[in-house]
C-alpha cells in the first residue's frame, strides 16, 4: 500500500531522513518508535505531502505521490496529481488541529461534502455513524472549545476517516492528552484495527498499546531504519543495542 | 466685542443661514468613506493575498507598492489620482479620485491587517485542511478566512474611523465636502469663526459616534478567541 | 518618452519645500512630544481632576480631524482671539503638534504601564519622589517600549505636513503643485505623473530615514537595557489609521 524508496529529507543543515526504505502492506498496522529527531514523524509528514522530500519516491497503492509518469520517465508531479493521490492518506495529529469555529459534526462533514462531492444528507448520516462509533454520538452539535482532549481526538479521527482514506498516519495522537483521557483514545484506534481493513502508520510511546495492535514495529535512529519486525521481536529481543537502550528509557515511566 | 474685527464674536444667524449647506458637506464626506472603506477593505485583502504569495516575483511587487503607499501623503496620492492619471489617459471625476485615492491609501493598510490576521490562524489548521485533501478555494474559504476575519474587524473599524478624518482632504481637488463648503462660505462672508466651528461641530457629532461603534466591535470580536 | 528625473532647477524648488517640510515637523514633533509626555502621565496621575483633563485631551484630540483641526487654527482662531499675522506655520505646528500628542499620550501611557510595578514599589521602599521615581526609574524603563510606536507615530505626522500646504504653507507638497500648473516644467521636462512619481519617492525616502533613525535609536537603547527590542512593536505601521494621514 504504501512503499518508499530513498526518501531524502533535511531541514537546513539538519538530515531528518536519509535515503529511508519503507514498505506498508495493505491493512497492515505499522507502529515507528524512536527517539526526536529519528525522523519517525518526519516520515507521516512525507506520507501526506506536509514536507517534501528532497530525493527519493512515494507510492500509495500502487500510484507515485510527488511523481507522475510520462513517456516511461518519472517526472515531478502536478499539484493536481499529488491532490489526486493524496486522497488515499489521512492524518490525525497530536494538537487535533480540528476547525474551532464548527461543531464537531461540521468538522466531520466538511471534507466529505467538498472533497468528495457528498450531498449534505449523506454526509451527515456519515457523520453522525462515525461519531457514534467513536463515543461521541450525542456531542455532535457540540464545538471543539467544549469538548475534552480525549473527546476532541476522537472527532479528530472520525474526521479523518469520514474522507474514506486508505492510509491513516497517526503522529503522536495521545502524547497531548492528560493520562486519564488517554484511554479513551486508544480504544477507538484499537476498535479501529480491530476492523482489520484500514492499513495504519502510527507513530507513538505508548509501547503497551503498540504490542497489542501492532503487525509491525519499526525502529527509526538517525533517519534511517534500524530495526523492523513484530512486536514480540523487537520488544522482547531487540536485535541492536540503541533499541534496547531506547525501549528501556521509555519504558522506564 | 472683538477687538480687531470689531464684530460679535459669535454669530447665531450665520449658523442657522449655513448650517444645511455645510451639513450637506458632511454627507458627501460620509459617502465618500462608505465607498472607500468597502474598496478598502475588498483591495486590502486582494493585496494580502497577492503579498502572501510564495512567488518572490510577485509577492515583491505587492509588498514595495503597499510599503510606498503606506509610506507617503495621501494628500499627494489625491493629486496624482486627480491632477497626473489624466496624462496618462484616465479621467476621474472628483469624488471618484477621493474614493479611489482613499480606497487605495486604506487598502495598503488593511492588507497588513489582514495579513496578522491570517498568520494568526494556527498552522495546524492548514495541516488539518491538508491531511483532509481539502481544495485550496475550500481551506480559504471554510477554514482559514472564518478564522482570520474576526481578528480583522476591529482594525477595519479603526480604518473606518480614520478615513472619516481623512475624507476631507477631498476639497483639495474640489470635492464640495464640509470642508470646502465651510471655506467657501468663509471666504465669501468672513465669518470663518462660526463656519470652521460648525465644521468641526458636525464632524465630532460623526466621527466620535463611529469610534464608540468601533470599540464596540473591539470588544464584541476580540473576545472571540477561536 | 517621459524623463524619470526632473531638470535640476524643479529639484531646488521642491528641496525649498522639503526644507520648510522638515521645519514643520521638527516644530510639530517638539510640541506633540511635550505634549505626550505632559499628558500621557497626566492620565496616569493620582489626582482625578489631571487624569480626567488629560483624557478630554486625548480623546478630543484623537477623535478631530487633522485637518479640520488645521484649518479652524488657521482660519477661525485668529480672528476668535483677535490675532495679528497669525502665520500658517504656527497654525500648522499648533495643529499637527496637537494631534500627535493626543496619539503620543496613548503611547507613554501604555508603556509607562508596561513598567512592572515592582519598580514602582522599590522606589518607594527607596523613598523616592514622585518625579524621582518617574524620572529615573519608570521613564528610563518605558522608554525602549515607546520607541518603536513612536516612529511610526512620527512617520504618519511627516505624512501629515503635507497638509500645511492647504494653508498657503510652501512646503514640499506646496511646491509640486506650484510646478505642475508651470506651463515651462512640463514643456522641458516632466510629465505631471512623473512630477508626482517625484515627489512621493522624495516623502518615502524621507519615512524610509526616520525609520531607519529609531531603529538605530531602539538598538542603542535596548544594548544598555541588555536587551532584545520588543519586536512585536516593530511589525510595521500602526494598523490603527492615526488619522493623521495626510
Known amino acids: ?253 | 466685542m472683538n477687538q480687531v474685527t470689531d464684530r460679535p464674536v459669535w454669530n447665531w444667524d450665520v449658523v442657522w443661514e449655513h448650517l444645511p449647506a455645510i451639513w450637506d458637506g458632511m454627507v458627501v464626506i460620509i459617502q465618500a468613506t462608505l465607498a472607500g472603506i468597502t474598496m478598502a477593505m475588498i483591495l486590502g485583502l486582494f493585496l494580502a493575498l497577492g503579498r502572501r504569495s510564495e512567488r518572490r516575483w510577485l509577492s515583491w511587487p505587492f509588498a514595495a507598492f503597499i510599503d510606498f503607499i503606506r509610506s507617503t501623503p495621501l494628500l499627494i496620492q489625491l493629486f496624482f489620482v486627480f491632477f497626473a492619471l489624466p496624462d496618462m489617459g484616465i479621467v476621474l471625476g472628483a469624488r471618484t479620485s477621493l474614493i479611489l485615492g482613499l480606497g487605495v491609501h486604506y487598502a495598503a493598510y488593511a492588507s497588513e491587517a489582514y495579513r496578522a490576521g491570517i498568520n494568526a490562524v494556527e498552522k495546524g489548521q492548514w495541516e488539518a485542511a491538508t491531511a483532509l485533501n481539502l481544495s485550496t478555494g475550500t481551506t480559504w474559504q471554510k477554514v482559514i478566512l472564518p478564522q482570520a476575519i474576526p481578528k480583522v474587524i476591529p482594525a477595519l473599524g479603526n480604518f473606518l474611523v480614520a478615513m472619516i478624518k481623512d475624507a476631507p482632504l477631498g476639497q483639495s481637488i474640489g470635492v464640495a465636502g464640509v470642508l470646502f463648503v465651510a471655506r467657501s462660505i468663509g471666504s465669501q462672508t468672513f465669518q470663518y469663526v462660526e463656519t470652521m466651528t460648525i465644521a468641526g461641530v458636525l464632524f465630532l457629532a460623526v466621527s466620535v459616534p463611529a469610534a464608540l461603534f468601533v470599540q464596540f466591535l473591539e470588544r464584541k470580536y476580540g473576545y472571540e478567541a477561536a | ?246
Open chain 1, 1 to 253: 500500500m504504501v512503499r518508499m524508496r530513498g526518501v531524502t529529507k533535511a531541514f537546513g543543515e539538519n538530515v531528518v531522513l536519509r535515503e529511508l526504505d519503507m514498505d506498508v502492506a495493505p491493512g497492515e498496522k505499522v507502529v515507528i518508535i524512536g527517539p526526536s529527531g529519528s525522523g519517525k514523524t518526519t516520515i507521516l509528514r512525507v506520507a501526506m505531502t506536509l514536507e517534501r522530500p528532497d530525493s527519493g519516491t512515494v507510492e500509495i497503492d500502487g500510484r507515485h505521490l510527488y511523481h507522475q509518469e510520462k513517456n516511461g520517465q518519472l517526472v515531478t508531479a502536478t499539484e493536481k496529481h499529488i491532490r489526486s493521490v493524496r486522497s488515499d492518506v489521512s492524518m490525525v495529529f497530536q494538537h487535533f488541529n480540528l476547525f474551532p469555529h464548527m461543531t464537531a459534526l461540521e468538522n466531520v462533514t466538511l471534507a466529505p461534502i467538498k472533497v468528495l462531492g457528498k450531498s449534505n444528507e449523506e454526509a451527515q448520516e456519515q457523520a453522525i455513524r462515525l461519531l457514534d462509533s467513536v463515543g461521541l454520538g450525542d456531542k455532535t452539535g457540540h464545538r471543539p472549545s467544549e469538548l475534552s482532549g480525549g473527546q476532541k481526538q476522537r472527532v479528530a479521527i472520525a474526521r479523518s476517516l469520514a474522507i474514506d482514506p486508505k492510509v491513516m498516519c497517526f503522529d503522536e495522537v495521545t502524547s497531548a492528552l492528560d493520562p486519564e483521557l488517554v484511554g479513551e483514545v486508544l480504544g477507538v484506534l484499537r476498535k479501529l484495527a480491530e476492523e482489520g481493513e484500514m492499513t495504519m502508520m502510527l507513530v507513538t510511546h505508548e509501547m503497551g498499546f503498540a504490542s497489542e495492535i501492532a503487525d509491525r514495529v519499526v525502529m527509526f535512529d538517525h533517519g534511517k531504519i534500524l530495526e523492523d519486525g513484530p512486536p514480540s521481536q523487537i520488544f522482547k529481543q531487540p536485535e541492536h543495542d540503541r533499541t534496547r537502550a531506547f525501549l528501556q528509557a521509555v519504558l522506564q515511566h
Open chain 3, 1 to 246: 518618452m517621459p524623463d524619470l528625473i526632473l531638470s535640476g532647477s524643479n529639484y531646488a524648488r521642491l528641496m525649498e519645500g522639503l526644507v520648510v517640510t522638515l521645519q514643520v515637523l521638527a516644530g510639530s514633533v517638539a510640541l506633540g512630544t511635550l505634549l505626550s509626555l505632559f499628558f500621557g502621565i497626566g492620565r496616569l496621575s493620582n489626582r482625578a481632576w489631571v487624569r480626567r483633563g488629560s483624557s478630554v485631551y486625548v480623546e478630543f484630540a484623537r477623535g478631530a480631524s487633522a485637518i479640520i483641526l488645521l484649518f479652524w487654527m488657521f482660519f477661525a482662531l485668529p480672528i476668535l482671539f483677535g490675532i495679528r499675522g497669525w502665520s500658517p506655520m504656527t497654525a500648522g505646528i499648533l495643529a499637527l503638534g496637537l494631534n500627535m500628542g493626543a496619539y503620543g499620550a496613548e503611547i507613554v501611557r501604555g508603556a509607562v504601564l508596561s513598567v512592572p510595578k515592582g519598580q514602582t514599589e522599590a522606589s518607594i521602599a527607596l523613598n523616592l519622589t514622585n518625579t524621582q521615581r518617574l524620572r529615573h526609574v519608570v521613564l528610563p524603563q518605558a522608554v525602549p517600549v515607546i520607541l518603536p510606536p513612536y516612529g511610526n507615530l512620527m512617520i504618519e505626522v511627516m505624512k501629515g505636513t503635507s497638509l500645511v500646504s492647504l494653508i498657503t504653507l510652501s512646503d514640499l507638497a506646496f511646491e509640486v503643485q506650484k510646478l505642475r500648473v508651470n506651463a515651462v516644467v512640463i514643456a522641458e521636462s516632466a510629465t505631471t505623473p512623473m512630477l508626482y512619481l517625484n515627489v512621493l519617492a522624495i516623502y518615502f525616502v524621507l519615512a524610509f530615514v526616520i525609520d531607519r533613525l529609531f531603529k538605530v535609536a531602539e538598538h542603542r537603547v535596548a544594548a544598555r537595557f541588555g536587551v532584545k527590542p520588543p519586536r512585536a512593536a516593530r511589525a510595521g505601521r500602526p494598523t490603527t489609521g492615526v488619522g493623521i494621514t495626510g
